[in-house]
């Protein structure tokens, strides 16, 4: 099978992100099949200053971006495409993509239900409407429940929670049973989750 991956930024880089650390490994377990990444690296394009017309321009409608999407991937002819990520690729392009080869999203973090938190409501509603009448129709891959429920609230219908996979050592360390986290506190973070796991655990010290 030829399986095409698409990121928004070099997985190779040093300074890749969850989602480009996922699409390398994924890729890696996948080595049974034809893989082929294809990526682009956003922060190469200059970006509008305006948000409106970062939005419009990258996220949502992008003919640029649409353009060469749909020439490489006509010459790669994929049997499936999973895309991991939206920044600069855009929704639009990813619809139009999907009705022609079977296409699977995994949704790292809240993007697709939320623009921001700092803006007046109404925007984060038409953000929503226009991901939703662009991405309805393609199977979501959630990696946690709280993802899931917020992409079932918004309307969205078909999503399969698939839990990210964890790195089993060979060979177990000694610790101190010290705990340090490192991270936003905010709830997409999953530190709730941690410490109520952590009731069931004594002697235990978190920083």
Do not use: A, C
């Amino acid at each position: 099978m030829k399986i095409l991956l698409i990121s928004n930024k070099n997985i190779n880089e040093i300074n890749s992100g969850g989602t480009e650390i996922f699409t390398n490994k994924l890729s890696k377990e996948l080595n049974k099949n034809e893989v082929i990444i294809f990526n682009e690296d956003i922060s190469k394009v200059k970006i509008p200053s305006s948000k409106i017309l970062r939005k419009f321009g990258l996220d949502y409608y992008n003919k640029f971006m649409k353009k060469r999407l749909i020439k490489s991937i006509s010459e790669i002819n994929p049997d499936i495409i999973h895309f991991n990520g939206f920044y600069g690729i855009s929704t639009n392009s990813i619809k139009l993509i999907s009705k022609k080869y079977p296409t699977v999203i995994t949704v790292h973090d809240v993007w697709i239900s939320e623009y921001s938190n700092r803006v007046p409501k109404f925007i984060n509603n038409t953000h929503k409407k226009i991901v939703y009448n662009h991405l309805k129709d393609i199977l979501l891959i959630s990696p946690s429940k709280f993802i899931y429920d917020k992409l079932k609230e918004i309307g969205y219908k078909r999503i399969k929670i698939i839990h990210n996979g964890v790195d089993i050592p060979k060979t177990t360390t000694s610790y101190d049973k010290n705990i340090l986290f490192v991270g936003r506190i905010t709830e997409e973070k999953g530190l709730q989750t941690v410490i109520s796991s952590l009731n069931n655990i004594k002697d235990y010290n978190i920083l």
